[in-house]
């Protein structure tokens, strides 16, 4: 079966620190993936999403940065983080037909 | 987009009635549209999905509709239950495109 990964499940960083998060997804081959965030009581903002790997599409200018070093896994950096980088960071999945699968999602606080 | 920024609408609705989420979408082209439950702190469920040659269907306790004249969809939700209490987003994509395209999102708050 289909299954994907997060982690970390919480992270409290202090600003200027760098960040790595990590998803894996499992159960598929060259799907399509996809970093949102979404604020307290917010929608949905798609930050990155890749169709192969090393293959990034950025949808807004930020802090942030991704990668797909492998078919299954795609990570968020940042080399110094801001406060207004703090929320809740979902990754995604697209398998072969359209529907999008969500990972549980890392709650990032910067202080 | 525009919807990131804006605090979510709230449906309150009693307990055991019929709650009906609505949802305009943008784009012409979209042909595949899906329903998502979201629980606090929790990432989006998958909850019920339609392609844009049908005008109704129907999972378990869940109906959705389009109306692709007007760009609308709706997700109904029969004898509503406290386990219902959630944010409902709506989501439309085109075959040709990689991105999905999320709705601002309902929040959906049960009255005992």
């Known amino acids: 079966s289909q299954t994907i990964h997060q982690w970390p499940a919480t992270l409290v960083q202090p600003v200027g620190s760098p960040l790595s998060l990590e998803c894996t997804v499992e159960g598929t081959s060259n799907p399509n993936l996809y970093w949102y965030r979404q604020a307290a009581g917010r929608g949905l903002q798609l930050l990155f999403y890749s169709v192969g790997i090393g293959q990034i599409s950025s949808e807004v200018p930020q802090n942030l940065s991704a990668s797909r070093p492998q078919d299954r896994q795609f990570i968020l950096s940042s080399k110094k983080l801001l406060l207004s980088d703090s929320g809740f960071y979902l990754c995604a999945f697209t398998p072969e037909y359209n529907e999008q699968f969500f990972g549980p999602g890392t709650r990032l606080t910067v202080l | 987009g525009e919807s990131v920024g804006l605090h979510l609408p709230t449906l309150s609705v009693q307990e055991g009635d019929n709650s009906i989420i609505n949802c305009a979408y943008s784009n012409s082209a979209s042909d595949y549209f899906i329903w998502y439950k979201q629980e606090s702190g929790k990432g989006p469920q998958f909850i019920i999905d339609i392609r844009s040659n049908m005008d109704k269907r129907q999972g378990q306790r869940v109906t959705v509709l389009l109306n692709k004249t007007v760009k609308h969809l709706s997700l109904q939700i029969a004898a509503t239950q406290p386990g219902d209490s959630a944010v409902y987003f709506c989501?439309?994509?085109?075959?040709?495109?990689?991105?999905?395209?999320f709705g601002k999102g309902t929040r959906l708050h049960i009255l005992p």
């Open positions: 989501a439309e994509k085109a075959d040709r495109d990689d991105k999905i395209i």
